[in-house]
């Protein structure tokens, strides 16, 4: 039981170039999260979904966009980096609400554009 | 908005009790929760409370909910190097979906 993977660990990419990122999980989780992580910023949402095949958009889903073709994975794409999407990425799943149910978080993506 | 609030540092001598304040504003928060987030590493749920308690304890853990002030503190006992970390309080949203607001992290330095 691996839990939440994502690939790539680091990434340097240059201004205007795509990516996707890759977040994976095994515990059969309904909801899945991508969030970016600042210094002295927290954690901020990006985009989540709720099942296969459906997205929404979070607190901060701009330049970005995500899909959820299976349920198990959910990507998370950069068609045109740019120097403000530097951070460090979060991928998490939880079970449906109805409870205190935990987010578990990947080890997260270095992201570096310059 | 709803929004999260924690100081940014804490330092404290091994073996004495941390204290990590938090403030938030989303009254209907259903559960706030603290998160562990060592170097190099995703978060990790520490704890958890209802936002019908006062308090919970959890072995060194110790969780108060001051609902009217709306003030949740995490306090750690008998403070080990191993507890160094940045600890987020995250509150639920209303808009549902176990989404989570999270404030800014509190780096705790443990010396000896």
């Known amino acids: 039981n691996a839990g939440v993977t994502q690939t790539p660990k680091f990434r340097v990419l240059k201004t205007g170039q795509s990516m996707t990122l890759l977040c994976a999980q095994d515990?059969?989780?309904?909801?899945m999260y991508w969030y970016r992580q600042d210094p002295g910023m927290g954690l901020r949402l990006i985009h989540y979904?709720?099942?296969?095949?459906?997205?929404a958009k979070g607190e901060v889903p701009d330049g970005y966009n995500v899909s959820r073709l299976k349920k198990q994975n959910f990507l998370l794409g950069l068609e045109s980096a740019a120097p403000s999407q530097t951070s460090v990425y979060f991928c998490?799943?939880?079970?449906?609400?109805?409870?205190?149910?935990?987010?578990?978080f990947g080890p997260g993506t270095r992201l570096t554009v310059t | 908005g709803e929004d999260v609030e924690q100081s940014l540092f804490l330092s404290v001598r091994e073996g004495d009790s941390s204290v990590i304040n938090c403030t938030y504003t989303?009254?209907?928060?259903?559960?706030l929760y603290w998160y562990k987030q060592e170097p190099g590493a995703g978060l990790q749920l520490l704890t958890y409370?209802?936002?019908?308690?006062d308090m919970k304890q959890d072995q060194r853990l110790t969780v108060l909910l001051n609902k009217k002030d709306k003030h949740l503190s995490l306090r750690i006992a008998d403070t080990q190097t191993g507890d160094s970390a940045i600890y987020f309080c995250?509150?639920?949203?209303?808009?549902?979906?176990?989404?989570?607001?999270f404030g800014a992290g509190t780096r705790l330095a443990v010396h000896p």
């Open positions: 979904s709720v099942g296969e095949g459906t997205t």
């Open positions: 515990m059969n989780h309904e909801y």
């Open positions: 989303d009254s209907s928060s259903t559960y």
């Open positions: 998490a799943s939880s079970p449906p609400a109805g409870g205190p149910h935990e987010q578990y």
């Open positions: 409370i209802f936002s019908n308690m």
């Open positions: 995250a509150e639920t949203t209303s808009g549902g979906y176990n989404k989570l607001i």
